[in-house]
């Protein structure tokens, strides 16, 4: 069952955030010496259901280390702007992307509240918004993320959404194959996040409380906030695969999606 969010959901998640950024730039799960070296963090589908990004502009929402917004410029897009509330984050993206030699005018990087991209990024509009994987979650009010995200498409560009599918948080930790969680429900400040990270098998508890609070949000959710900004939706696909982990039985791990504003809108 959902619970009211916490008056300070933004300031826990932040500081969880803050205090993560030094351990998952020295993980071997983000890797940012392979990144250096020409690694590509973009995975088979999304390339294929975005297309080709040369020429264009693209904003990332919640880039985190900017692994996914630098993929995307060094894939050709014309300036690629990277979007997270954590000012180390930020900062490590920066410093990533100065050791790609990605100059300010191929690749920024802001650091503001997702909520206030529209006030804090440098350009009204661009042909590509995106938001990777494991973005959503960390929000309360999925409409507002949606009319956010919306009002950043150009006129012909598209909003373009990669995300774990709400069928993980039900699955059991053990496995990852049976229905063993409430898949309705808010995950409080504290355990989460701590003692199981996106990083490394081990990620330890730090800032008191700071293990983050999150929302589940269902594909009804996502699919509704997003139609209802009058972006056109084009598909709605599942996936079967999530970067840390594939099932050897076929169980719905992720989904995309991807909304387009008319040429004229």
């Not at 269902?218 to 079967?240: C, I, K, P, S, Y």
Request: glycine share 8%.
């Amino acid at each position: 069952m959902y619970t009211r969010t916490p008056a300070d959901w933004r300031e826990t998640n932040r500081a969880r955030w803050d205090e993560r950024v030094p351990i998952h730039t020295a993980s071997e799960y983000y890797d940012l010496e392979g990144f250096r070296a020409g690694q590509d963090v973009i995975r088979p589908f999304e390339a294929a259901e975005v297309g080709s990004v040369t020429g264009k502009s693209l904003l990332h929402l919640q880039c985190h280390l900017g692994l996914d917004t630098l993929s995307w410029a060094l894939r050709g897009a014309s300036r690629v702007v990277g979007l997270d509330f954590s000012e180390p984050a930020v900062d490590a993206a920066r410093e990533l992307a100065a050791d790609l030699g990605l100059p300010p005018d191929r690749a920024s990087f802001v650091a503001a509240d997702v909520y206030d991209a529209a006030e804090a990024v440098p350009d009204s509009a661009y042909d590509i918004v995106y938001t990777g994987t494991g973005a959503l979650c960390w929000l309360p009010d999925i409409v507002r993320w949606a009319e956010t995200a919306a009002s950043l498409v150009a006129p012909g560009g598209f909003l373009y959404l990669a995300e774990f599918h709400p069928l993980t948080d039900a699955l059991d930790d053990e496995s990852g194959t049976r229905i063993a969680h409430d898949a309705w429900s808010d995950v409080p400040p504290g355990p989460y996040g701590d003692g199981d990270t996106d990083a490394d098998t081990v990620d330890p508890p730090l800032h008191s409380g700071s293990g983050g609070w999150a929302r589940q949000h269902t594909l009804g959710d996502v699919v509704t906030a997003v139609a209802a900004t009058g972006l056109r939706l084009e598909f709605l696909h599942e996936h079967d695969a999530t970067p840390r982990r594939a099932m050897g039985g076929r169980v719905l791990l992720m989904y995309s999606l991807r909304a387009s504003r008319a040429p004229d809108q």
